[in-house]
Structures are given as structure tokens and as C-alpha cells.
């Protein structure tokens, strides 16, 4: 059964910087795309950044040229480097597969990070 513990959020203010990390297990990690999705109040859960098993990246047009998506493989584990936050980029961070992983009927979510960028 996969599991992630994503880690590093935090309060910060606007144009800081916050590193998020991911473990993961369960899954065959090297041969998945990863992403970081996030949830504000009141929103949609969006996908931020995904990377995929190659180490290729994408990202969301908000985040462009301030997140950096990682992934260390010996590790399990993938990295979210955010700097110059914005307010806007409050939300609880998420990490999965791509698509999310499923357990049954149900996708799976970890309990996430929560980054709150003050402004």
C-alpha cells in the first residue's frame, strides 16, 4: 500500500522560501512520476509540479520560475524548493504519483504540509 509523509511546511513571509520533502513507500518509486498537488480553503485541489521518472519536470504557470521539483530515487523521496512565496501559494501541500494512487475506490491522500505565506 503506498504511503507518502510530506514535511517542511510552515509560516513564512512573502518572498521567503520553504523546502517541502516527500518519503514514500510502497510503491516502485524509481518508475513513478511524482508530483505536488495543493489545496487552499475553499478551492480545488491543484496539481503544482510533477516530475516524472526521468527526472523531467513541468509546472503550473503560478509557480514557474519560483519551485523547483527534485527527486532523489535511492531516497524515495521528492522536494519541493519554493522561493519567493506569495500569499497566494497558501495551501495544504500534497505529494503522489501521477495520477494520484489509488487504494480500492478511493484515492489516496497523505496528510500533507501546510505552507501559510503572510503578506
Known amino acids: 500500500?503506498?504511503?507518502?509523509?510530506?514535511?517542511?511546511?510552515?509560516?513564512?513571509?512573502?518572498?521567503?522560501s520553504l523546502r517541502l520533502s516527500c518519503a514514500a513507500s510502497g510503491i516502485m518509486f524509481n518508475i513513478n512520476?511524482?508530483?505536488w498537488y495543493r489545496q487552499a480553503p475553499g478551492k480545488q485541489r491543484e496539481l503544482?509540479?510533477?516530475?516524472?521518472?526521468g527526472g523531467d519536470t513541468n509546472y503550473a504557470d503560478s509557480v514557474k520560475g519560483r519551485?523547483?521539483?527534485?527527486?532523489?530515487?535511492?531516497?524515495?523521496?521528492v522536494y519541493l524548493q519554493m522561493n519567493s512565496?506569495?500569499?497566494?501559494?497558501?495551501?495544504?501541500?500534497?505529494?503522489?504519483?501521477?495520477?494520484?494512487?489509488?487504494?480500492?475506490?478511493?484515492?489516496?491522500w497523505g496528510q500533507g504540509?501546510?505552507?501559510?505565506?503572510?503578506?
Do not use: H, W
Open 113 to 119: 504540509t501546510q505552507v501559510t505565506v503572510s503578506s
Open 48 to 53: 503544482v509540479a510533477a516530475i516524472t521518472r
Open 1 to 16: 500500500q503506498v504511503q507518502v509523509v510530506e514535511s517542511g511546511g510552515g509560516l513564512v513571509q512573502a518572498g521567503g
Open 85 to 108: 512565496l506569495k500569499p497566494e501559494d497558501t495551501a495544504v501541500y500534497y505529494c503522489n504519483t501521477v495520477p494520484p494512487a489509488r487504494q480500492g475506490p478511493f484515492v489516496y
Open 33 to 35: 512520476d511524482m508530483a
Open 67 to 77: 519551485f523547483t521539483l527534485s527527486r532523489d530515487n535511492a531516497k524515495n523521496t
